[in-house]
């Protein structure tokens, strides 16, 4: 019912930065909330920052000040995330929630965070 397309991630340096972006098509007006979440090797899903379809954001004590949730339009949000350590390194995943169709997420994209 919703498709979402990632994009960005990749190999970073320590202290450095990455842009994650994710789009949503289908039936967006059923959108409730956007935001990414993330999963490392042997630990569960993590939610990384959120944000409702009123502009309300949410984040992880363990991003806080680092990363930034936003919103060009009503289906395509960004994580830019700053001052990266690589506890962040993980899948990341796009994930969008409906109240009637339940919770779409993306293929996930990699984010590797080098000492």
């Known amino acids: 019912q919703v498709q979402l397309v990632e994009s960005g991630g990749g190999l970073v340096q320590a202290g450095g930065s990455l842009r994650l972006s994710c789009t949503a098509s289908g039936i967006i007006f059923?959108?409730?909330?956007?935001?990414w979440y993330r999963q490392a090797p042997g630990k569960q899903r993590e939610l990384v920052a959120s944000i409702?379809?009123?502009g309300s954001t949410n984040y992880a004590d363990s991003v806080k000040g680092r990363f930034t949730l936003?919103?060009?339009n009503k289906n395509t949000v960004f994580l830019q995330m700053n001052s990266l350590k690589p506890e962040d390194t993980a899948v990341y995943y796009c994930?969008?929630?409906t109240i009637r169709w339940?919770?779409?997420w993306g293929q996930g994209t990699q984010v590797t965070v080098s000492s």
């Open 102 to 104: 339940g919770d779409s």
């Open 70 to 72: 936003s919103r060009n």
């Open 30 to 35: 059923a959108i409730n909330a956007m935001g």
């Open 52 to 54: 409702t379809s009123g």
């Open 95 to 97: 994930n969008a929630a």
